[in-house]
Structures are given as C-alpha cells and as structure tokens.
C-alpha cells in the first residue's frame, strides 16, 4: 500500500493494513541492505526530555543507515530549560533545515498538537502512559517472525500496565490482528477500564501463563508512581516475576519478550531473560530494522 501519514503518533489509528505495510518493509531490511541512501539530504532530530538507550540508539542507527545526518541535539543542553517551548523549540530546529524529529516526553498525547504546527515528521519515541508505536512494532515484528502469523496467538503482557505505553501500543496493534491479549498484574496496576479494549484482565500470573505463545514482561516504572502502589519490590518478584520454572506453565515454545530496560530480580529472573525462550536482544536487533522501515515510508510520503 502507498503510504499517506506524514507522521508516526499512534498505534492505535493505524489500520492492520499499515501496520503490516511497516512490519512488511522491516522484513524487507531484514533480507537486504536499502538500496542506495533513501534519506539522503535529510536530518533527523532528537527530542528526548526522558531517558532511553533502545530507542535514541536504534532510530540514530537507522537514520544513518538509510543516509540520514543526525543532529546531536540533547534536551538536557538545550534553551528548553531556560523556559522555550517545546513547539518554539521544534520550530527553531526546522527553520535550521531538521525534517525529522524523534520525541520521546513525559507527558501523554503531547505529540498531536505540534504535528499539526509543522511540516517536519514527528515520531513518537514514547509519550507518557499513552503510546511507545515503535516499540510494539517491533515486538509484533518479533512474534510474527517467531509464530508465524500472530492470528489467535495467546499474549500475556505482566506489570506495570498502568503506567505502560508499551502495553497500550500492543493492545492497540495486537487486537487489529486478532491476537488474544491478558494484562496481568497486582489490582493496583491493571486498570479495570482497560478491558474494555478487548483484553482479558488477570491478577494471577500462573493461571495467565496457561496456553500462553509469549509472555511480554514489563519493568515497574517507580518514576511515574505518585503512590506505593507495590507493598515491596520482594513481594512483587514473588507474585509476578517470571521465572524459569513459572515459564513452564505456558506453552513449551512459549517466548519471552521485554522491552526494555530490565530490572533483574525484580519482574524477570536471569534464568528466564537470558535462558532458550528469550527473544529480548532479537527484540533489540528487529529495532533497527523497524525504525528503518518507519523513516522510510514517511520519507516515500515526503518525496510524493
Ligand atoms: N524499550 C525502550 O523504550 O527502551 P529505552 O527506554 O531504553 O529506549
């Protein structure tokens, strides 16, 4: 399909069908090299006011290997903090020629109102509790290429679903394809509203586990917790980590997946994150791929 989107804000009002046009062209990454520099003469920017070494550094990957240049712009250097907007900002950076920009904020839906205020592309890296698009991309393109097709497959997403872009963002794509998705975890973190999506909720990892094809292990984000909503990092380890020996109620081939950055001990044993069924650093590799696939069709809309 052609592609029309000038930017990347959501899974959510994506189609199936161009969700699959991007995980499509990521498979074609997979396969070859692109063809010359299909972003040559552009400049990629990095709106980053949180922290990340998955995404800056793949989406940096990924601009470079599709011929981009990458402005070393840091928000923590930046004229931001003498009190400049973030549009102001965005703005400056585009009258300096930048046609892309990479954000990742603290706060949930801060993306919709610049885009419509520029010409330049935006990409959401993250905003708040709302979407991480490219994060479940990249975790659809994983199951896919593992499972074969991801129609019927039994996800079970564990933690912090409150506070989880993540989680929103696979629930959003996963459902287009009629996966079947549990968000598990304590009452205090899976918002009862969120079955309204679709999704089966479960507070009881072991019995979530059964005939589950993946497991996608989520960090508990103690930085946007207002409150304690955990009675200890130990109790939670034992209600929800996922161990080795926990894996074993799910399917055989069941894999597991995690975003990112993993706090061993906590919500995943060492056994489970770097045992047989882990795909966590294909998740990684796939990253690169996803995000080429990204700049590379909103660049095939620009040169329309
Ligand atoms: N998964 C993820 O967003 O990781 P980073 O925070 O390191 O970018």
Not at 199 to 219: F, K, P, Q
């Amino acid at each position: 399909m052609t592609w029309e989107r000038k930017d990347l804000l959501g899974l959510r009002e994506l189609s199936a069908a161009e969700i699959e046009t991007i995980l499509d062209e990521a498979g074609r990454f997979k396969q070859a090299a692109p063809e010359g520099a299909p972003l040559s003469g552009r400049t990629v920017a990095f709106l980053f006011s949180e922290a990340s070494t998955r995404t800056r550094s793949s989406f940096e990957i990924a601009a470079r290997r599709l011929g981009a240049e990458v402005l070393g712009f840091s928000v923590a250097n930046s004229s931001l903090l003498k009190g400049e907007t973030l549009l102001d900002t965005l703005w400056n950076l585009e009258a300096m020629g930048v046609d892309y920009f990479i954000v990742r904020h603290e706060q949930s839906g801060v993306l919709e109102p610049l885009a419509a205020r520029t010409k330049a592309s935006l990409v959401n890296a993250g905003d708040g509790a709302h979407e991480h698009p490219t994060q479940a991309l990249l975790d659809l393109f994983t199951l896919r290429e593992k499972k074969g097709g991801l129609k019927g497959l039994k996800v079970v997403i564990v933690g912090d679903i409150k506070h989880s872009r993540v989680a929103r963002s696979n629930v959003y794509a996963l459902k287009k394809f009629g996966a079947k998705v549990t968000l598990c975890g304590p009452q205090s973190l899976v918002p009862a509203d969120l079955a309204a999506l679709g999704v089966t909720l479960s507070h009881d990892l072991d019995a979530a586990l059964e005939g589950a094809d993946a497991v996608n292990v989520l960090r508990i984000q103690l930085e946007r917790q207002k409150q304690n909503l955990i009675t200890s990092v130990g109790d939670y380890y034992l209600a929800y980590g996922l161990t080795a020996e926990r894996l074993k109620l799910a399917k055989p081939d069941c894999i597991v997946m995690h975003p990112g950055p993993m706090n061993r001990g906590v919500e995943i044993s060492s056994h489970a994150a770097d045992g047989p069924q882990s795909v966590i650093l294909e998740q990684v590799a796939n990253g690169v791929l996803v995000r080429m696939a990204v700049l590379s069709l909103l660049e095939s809309r620009r040169k329309k």
